[in-house]
């Protein structure tokens, strides 16, 4: 495969949609500039208004980033020392630093096979395992890994049943819907990011919690501000600074307009891939009624490691998330797991491999995507 003529490919192609953008974002960026309110000025008021009715929240709080946005809404739940706070082994960091930096104790559950998402059966048993290691079961944390939605009826249905607050991690899924509804209304609140790399990204970090319940968005709007009170140097708890910059809300704005119609991008390459690739990868399942943004489309295949090889060898990036489950990381192998293991975590970082991905890549390279996976899956060296 050396040789390759053909150009590289982009993972995510960012400057595609700068090129759509064009002059609207410049002017966006430069009234900003002009008017100089760069901390939580008019932008920010106008993009929490147009997320929160985007999503159908009654609250859009936003923030810094998406880590922030976690341990903001735990800072605001008073979740601490003592407390278990459930999260799935197979996914980002950030979703287990969270808990940890409020002290509280991260406690991984494993993943359900075919969704890649966090396994009800598997929190059942983390709940019940805290409370014999003397835990309390505070909240829980699911994931809408690389952009499809958890199973939030059963993960609903359990959490009320046990009284734990269950925050979404919706940091790679926001515009994502499970019969009709978005991302955001899930749960008793939400957590996103606006790191450039997700679906709707901005120009640096960013973040946002979403909640229809009015005493978590005033909590939440004072901790990122300090724990402000009535008043500028009134300080009524201690807080973060935690404000997304007026001019990520600018281009965020921007970005917003045309957001429907790249999720709807998404999909159309995503059911290329699922078509092209059924009979040679494993597949995230999508069940009924569920429609993801593809954050990152992610195949199955066994020898993971060759393929990216030869796949990068014919000029294809790809990309391993996750690689090493949360459980196993030096940082967090202390934490506590479910007492019966977290085998489909496991299985997953072994053999998962993300392909390129973004409302822009054109029918020619997903072409030479797709015939490169089957020849780099089925020709043994
Ligand atoms: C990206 C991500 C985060 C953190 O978002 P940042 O904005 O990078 O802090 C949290 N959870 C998941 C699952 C993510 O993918």
């Excluded at 059963?154 to 899924?173: C, K, N, P, V, Y």
């Excluded at 009535?230 to 300080?235: M, T």
């Excluded at 069940?287 to 020898?303: E, H, K, R, Y």
Aim: with cysteine; charged share 20%.
């Amino acid at each position: 495969m050396s040789g390759n003529l053909q150009p590289q490919i982009a993972f995510i192609d960012l400057k595609a949609q700068r090129r759509r953008l064009g002059d609207n974002l410049d002017r966006a960026i430069g009234r900003v500039l002009d008017h100089a309110g760069f901390i939580m000025g008019p932008e920010v008021r106008d993009l929490e208004a147009a997320l929160a009715a985007f999503a159908g929240a009654r609250h859009c709080v936003t923030c810094a980033n998406g880590t922030d946005a976690l341990v903001l809404a735990l800072m605001a739940r008073r979740i601490g020392p003592g407390d278990a706070v459930f999260v799935p082994a197979f996914t980002f960091v950030a979703t287990a630093e969270a808990p940890a930096i409020v002290g509280a104790t991260p406690y991984f559950v494993d993943v359900d096979p075919v969704s890649f998402n966090m396994d009800p059966k598997s929190l059942e048993d983390g709940i019940a395992g805290a409370r014999r290691a003397g835990l309390e079961p505070a909240a829980v944390i699911p994931v809408d890994l690389f952009g499809l939605p958890a199973a939030y009826q059963q993960l609903e249905e359990i959490a009320h049943r046990h009284g734990l607050f269950l925050l979404a991690d919706g940091a790679q899924s926001f515009g994502a819907t499970v019969d009709g509804r978005r991302v955001g209304t899930f749960g008793s609140a939400t957590a996103v990011s606006f790191f450039p790399a997700k679906p709707l990204g901005c120009y640096g970090d960013g973040g946002a919690l979403f909640t229809d319940d009015d005493g978590l968005a005033a909590t939440l709007r004072s901790l990122r501000v300090h724990g402000q009170g009535s008043g500028k140097y009134d300080n009524v708890r201690v807080g973060l600074n935690s404000r997304l910059d007026t001019l990520q809300a600018a281009i965020l704005l921007e970005k917003l307009a045309i957001f429907e119609d790249e999720i709807a991008a998404r999909n159309r390459i995503a059911a290329v891939y699922r078509a092209g690739l059924s009979s040679v990868a494993g597949l995230q399942a999508v069940p009924d009624g569920v429609c993801s943004v593809w954050a990152q489309f992610t195949i199955l295949v066994n020898g993971r490691d060759l393929v990216a090889e030869r796949l990068k060898a014919a000029g294809i990036p790809t990309a391993v998330y996750y690689p090493i489950p949360l459980n196993r990381q030096a940082g967090y192998q202390n934490f506590p797991s479910v007492p019966n293991g977290l085998p489909v975590s496991e299985q997953l970082s072994q053999r998962v491999l993300s392909l390129p991905m973004s409302p822009y890549l054109d029918e020619a390279s997903q072409s030479r995507i797709i015939d490169a996976v089957h020849a780099a899956v089925t020709t043994r060296p």
